[in-house]
């Protein structure tokens, strides 16, 4: 059983199981529609380039910082998930599954199509859904452990990593600071506000606001970090994931209407070309001073290239 086991490990490490094609371009949107396996790739001005079928369920997704996309995908049936980081020609590098000891229930992925958001940074990898918060250690595909779980009927729909490496998670009614290790720093809300049906959550630390998806009333608001009012709100129906893009702007998934662009003050700026897709992220723009070095290399090049020429 063990060398059965072990086997399939390694056969999910390096092999392809996707069909499609899709690149890793700078400043493009993935998004991914409601149980689907399906990865579509949008130009920065919102229009289909691209698509990649898995061969699985996809949930979040996010790109670490080793430029892999990671991603939480769910089996057909039954309970359970697991996260693949993979190139975009679809090769999964690496397969993480979270293991429980016997006797304890795996979280079920499929008592909601929101569950299985993601977070990544340099070190860990969380994955929200059903009643818990899971976290893996990067390199170590066998060290899923959760970190948070909510009391009965408090679900845990979304995380993002904080710069502190806290965390920042929506569970049903409410959004949770937490540290990094999953205890309860606060709830992130004034006295006076009540979320109700909370399914997304993001943080733009350079104009101090969280942003909160929600079912009911007006489903997208944007929340003081510190004080915990509510600054703007909008009504966007089933508005569901959410990403801070490099420009600042809030681009926001939905189960059942195309992804828009918000501004940080939630003003409507657009919308992407498909629609029901839920799960939402970017491929990074580099800073500025990383594009230096590019451009030179890319101006000599040229003129290496004339001076050969003539």
Known sequence: MIRTTLSLAILLVACPVASGAIMFSPGHYYTVERSSRVITQHSPAGEVVGSID??????????GPDGLLYMTTVPRTGAGFDV?????????????ELRL?????????????????????????????????TRFEIGEPDS??????????TYVYDVKILPDDGLLVAVRD?????????????????????????VGVEY???????????LNGKNLLSV????GYVKESEYFSYAADMFVTSSGDLLVGSRSENPRHYSADL??????????????????????????????????FGFGSRQCSR
Request: glycine residues 12%; contains cysteine; negative net charge.
């Open 54 to 63: 898995m061969g699985r369920e996809v949930r979040g997704m996010a790109f």
């Open 84 to 96: 693949r980081a993979v190139t975009e020609d679809g090769v999964v590098q690496v397969s993480y």
């Open 101 to 133: 000891p016997y006797g304890q229930d795996l979280p079920y992925m499929h008592g909601d199509d929101g569950y299985g958001t993601i977070a990544v940074d340099d070190k860990h990898i969380y994955v929200a859904g059903d009643g818990e918060l």
């Open 144 to 153: 899923g452990k959760i970190i948070y779980s909510g009391s009965y009927g």
């Open 174 to 198: 409410d959004i949770l600071e937490l540290s990094p290790s999953g205890w309860v720093r606060r709830s992130v809300r004034s006295s006076s506000l009540r979320y109700s049906g909370v």
């Open 204 to 214: 733009n630390p350079d104009n101090s606001t969280v942003y909160v998806t929600q």
């Open 224 to 227: 003081d970090w510190e004080w």
């Open 267 to 300: 003003e409507l700026l657009g919308e992407l070309s498909t629609a029901d897709h839920m799960f939402v992220t970017q491929y990074p723009v580099p800073e500025p001073s990383c594009l230096g070095p590019l451009i030179t290399a890319a101006l000599a």
